[in-house]
């Protein structure tokens, strides 16, 4: 005689033709897999000040506004320097400039007084994405063979509240941050980490590009042994950022063939 065979528990009739499909789909699945492109093989790590975005000297107002509210100090930046450092290796020093010790606990709240100050600040300039950005980051996200994320001194709530008013955050689902050091030559190897994280793929260091505007930019790709693309479009001229052994110089990022030319050779 024959039984009916019971359902185990937990299975609904809607399970049942996925179920019987199983086998099918797997297949399906399978030559998907392997008519897909690789997984990408080449990284880009972008800077954001000065790379990315003329920020119009909001976050140097920022620590100004964070330093009068939290020590109740009028300070300047005058003997601190701004480009290429962390947030957090900025922050040491100008404490210590207007003798304030860096504790961890001041830092902390100095830190928060300046991602509070932020966004106040942001209107009160014209910050802008500097010329070609747009398209060039769009270009790059079409792309299956291309990763991209971050890598910069900004803390990453800060990254955030400077990238997403311009609608470009999105494009950047990893980084390196100003949380993981103070030391921008420490956050190769995290932003490496992380791409590796997320798109379950190694990124050979000679395949990783890391673009900036500074000096610092160039150090931190030596760092790790990858490719460094200087930008002129913060503080550093082509010659000096030529003197300083990028591998590749542009006044700025407009000249999206230029830039794919050095990337895909
Ligand atoms: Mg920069």
Not at 88 to 108: C, D, S, W, Y
């Amino acid at each position: 005689m024959w039984r009916l065979k019971r359902r185990p528990a937990g299975h609904s009739r809607v399970d049942a033709p996925v179920q019987s499909g199983g086998i099918v789909a797997l297949r399906d699945l399978r030559s998907r897999t392997t008519t897909m492109p690789a997984r990408p093989r080449k990284l880009l790590l972008w800077d954001i000040d000065g790379t990315l975005l003329f920020g119009d000297h909001a976050g140097e107002r920022a620590l100004l506004v964070s330093l009068r509210r939290v020590f109740g100090v009028e300070g300047s930046l005058d003997r601190v320097e701004i480009a290429g450092r962390t947030d957090r290796f900025i922050t040491e020093n100008l404490l210590r400039a207007h003798g304030v010790e860096p504790t961890p606990q001041a830092m902390h709240d100095f830190l928060e007084g300046y991602l509070a100050a932020l966004p106040e600040e942001m209107p009160r300039g014209k910050p802008r994405l500097l010329p070609g950005i747009v398209a060039i980051l769009e270009a790059v996200a079409a792309r299956r063979d291309l990763a991209q994320g971050l890598l910069t001194g900004n803390l990453e709530r800060g990254a955030r509240l400077k990238l997403e008013p311009f609608g470009v955050w999105h494009y950047f689902p990893f980084g390196a941050y100003a949380d993981d050091s103070a030391l921008r030559n420490d956050l190769g190897p995290h932003a490496l980490r992380r791409a590796a994280a997320h798109h379950a793929a190694e990124f050979a260091p000679h395949d990783t590009f890391i673009i900036g505007d500074t000096p610092h930019d160039i150090d931190c790709a030596r760092a790790i042994g990858a490719r460094a693309i200087a930008v002129a479009t913060g503080r550093f001229s082509v010659e000096k950022l030529t003197a300083h052994g990028a591998d590749l110089v542009l006044p700025d990022l407009s000249d999206s063939a230029a830039f794919f030319a050095f990337i895909d050779a």
